[in-house]
């Protein structure tokens, strides 16, 4: 009798295996039951795509599904039941352009019962799906086991499974620079004499609505710093001898620009640089709500240093919010001191 009761308390401490799934659902979001959504094809922009897993033992009672099934989960094309291919692609990390896209034109919620009836919470995987080339595809999920693959697809008669999302791919917009993007300028003021600071600021506004710019990208340019592109010292130009072009990061809130001051006035008369050994430093606020901001600095004084001119043409890629990439350059032209948008 006692033999028998051990044997009875052993079998009780065993664990329960998983048999099987109960349920296998694929969604945008384990909450939303909206079966498509678009975003743009520019393999940057993210569109959350969740896999909802419920198992059961021998039998049939439900019970949390094992962490090694949990990470064989894979998307796949539901058409096919291959990964994710073709400029599509999975991630486990979400990245920088993941706001929530919009439904696609047909979207239609679905009622889903079966989840409802889940006499347990299911598992959630998470994933972040893009493309980098337009069109449209239904996705699904595979995971293992026991050692067997099973598809959401319906494929896998040991245990059917039908659920998928679909994800259409936009091609990106792609826009002229006239009276789309936007330059202007805005003047610090309270500079001493002699001295100008200018705030250029570069928006995209397609039919008069703003697609705000959150970053930029240039050859020479280290990541997250501001980069000063274009400038010179002893330029010899009218009411100018020293300029600074500084490309501003878009997380930065200000920059700090010194600029040459107080140069005496008798030397002035007598020497087109007009050199000074004094100096000012300015706190320049350079936020801006969705624009890309450059600062131009500018004096009538030289720095006490040598003559030196750089930089011209800067070409830059502009990011817009979706992710996007935007060809574009800044022309400076020295004599006039001003700055010109162009096609990069």
Not at 114 to 136: I, K, Y
Not at 330 to 341: C, D, K, Q, S
Request: net charge negative; hydrophobic share 35%.
């Amino acid at each position: 009798m006692s033999e028998s009761m051990d044997v009875t308390d052993n079998q009780n401490d065993n664990p329960p295996t998983l048999a099987g799934l109960s349920s296998l659902k694929v969604k945008f979001d384990a909450g939303n039951n909206t079966q498509s959504r678009a975003l743009v094809a520019n393999g940057r922009m993210q569109v959350k795509v969740q896999v909802l897993v419920a198992g059961v033992d021998a039998d049939g009672n439900a019970m949390h599904v094992p962490a090694d099934v949990m990470e064989s989960i894979q998307l796949i094309h539901y058409a096919t039941g291959k990964t994710l291919r073709d400029g599509w692609g999975a991630s486990a990390v979400q990245g920088r352009f993941t706001r929530e896209a919009r439904p696609a034109p047909d979207a239609e919620d679905r009622h889903d019962d079966d989840l409802e009836n889940d006499s347990v919470h299911p598992q959630v995987r998470t994933f972040w799906v893009s493309s980098s080339s337009a069109g449209t595809t239904e996705i699904g999920a595979r995971l293992s086991v026991n050692g067997e693959t099973i598809l959401s697809n319906g494929t896998t008669p040991a245990s059917v499974h039908y659920s998928s999302v679909t994800v259409e791919a936009e091609t990106p917009s792609t826009y002229g620079v006239d009276g789309v993007f936007r330059l202007y300028q805005t003047r610090i003021g309270n500079e001493s004499p002699g001295n100008r600071i200018w705030k250029y600021h570069l928006g995209l506004y397609p039919g008069g609505k703003q697609i705000r710019l959150v970053d930029w990208i240039a050859e020479g340019a280290e990541e997250g710093k501001d980069y000063d592109f274009a400038g010179g010292n002893r330029l010899n130009e009218i009411k100018t001898n020293y300029m600074e072009c500084i490309f501003v990061r878009p997380e930065n809130s200000s920059v700090v620009v010194s600029l040459p001051d107080r140069g005496d006035p008798f030397a002035y008369t007598f020497t087109s640089d007009a050199q000074t050994w004094n100096s000012k430093h300015y706190h320049v606020n350079t936020q801006s709500d969705g624009e890309l901001t450059i600062v131009q600095a500018l004096s009538e004084y030289s720095k006490n240093t040598g003559p030196q001119k750089y930089g011209g043409v800067l070409p830059f890629i502009a990011i817009d919010e979706y992710g996007t990439e935007h060809k574009l350059a800044i022309r400076v032209n020295f004599h006039e001191r001003n700055l010109y948008l162009q096609r990069g």
